[in-house]
Each structure stands twice: as structure tokens, then as C-alpha cells.
């Protein structure tokens, strides 16, 4: 377990819903991934590099919405800036198994 935080802390995290409006390969990427661009509604569309290709092919994930932390200072990650993190959590196997929400949300709300 990691250390106790206070709401406060947690407060500070803008975790938001978007909807996957592009995917592409990333090959350039150590590990592979995908680049994402995420229209997260009035905070405009972001991009993030996404390690989930072992369990989502690009057809499966366009179109879909995805949970994601918007105000982590951006990475460079080989010759692309990831903007923002999209949420998942490692299965037994070690893949990536995205967050999302039970039913559709409007783009860009956030996470309480």
C-alpha cells in the first residue's frame, strides 16, 4: 500500500472522461503502444501513448471512452508528447486493462 494522503492531496488529481477520437501505432515506443488522441469536450482534445495493445486492437478502442489524469506535466516519450495518462490496471498476465465508466458520459467531466 502507498502512504496515507489527505482529500487534499487527492483533490489536486483532475481525473476526467474522454473519448478516443484517433489511434495510431507507436513504434518508435520501447514498449509497445499506441498513440491516442482523446477529445476530453471543453478542455479540448489531448494525446497520450497507451500500453494496451495486448488487449485492445485500434478498432476496439476508437470511438470508446477512457478514464484519464489531464493535469500530469506532459512526457516526452521517444519523438511524442503524452499529455495525459489514461487509467488501467495490470490483469495477471501483466496487460493493461483500461478504466472506464458503466455507461456514457459527457466528455471532459470529471472524476469525483
Known amino acids: 500500500m502507498k502512504p496515507i494522503i489527505s482529500f487534499e492531496d487527492f483533490e489536486k488529481v483532475d481525473i476526467r472522461i474522454g473519448t478516443i477520437i484517433e489511434v495510431n501505432d507507436f513504434p518508435k515506443a520501447k514498449k509497445p503502444a499506441y498513440q491516442l488522441t482523446i477529445d476530453f469536450g471543453e478542455l479540448g482534445i489531448k494525446k497520450s501513448s497507451a500500453q494496451i495493445t495486448q488487449l485492445y486492437s485500434k478498432e476496439s478502442v476508437l470511438n470508446k471512452q477512457v478514464t484519464a489524469i489531464i493535469n500530469f506535466k506532459p ?19 501483466n496487460n493493461v486493462v483500461l ?3 458503466s455507461s456514457s458520459i459527457k466528455n471532459g467531466e470529471s472524476v469525483k
Open 75 to 93: 512526457r516526452q516519450i521517444a519523438n511524442f508528447i503524452s499529455e495525459v495518462l489514461v487509467l488501467g490496471v495490470y490483469n495477471e498476465s
Open 99 to 101: 478504466l472506464k465508466a
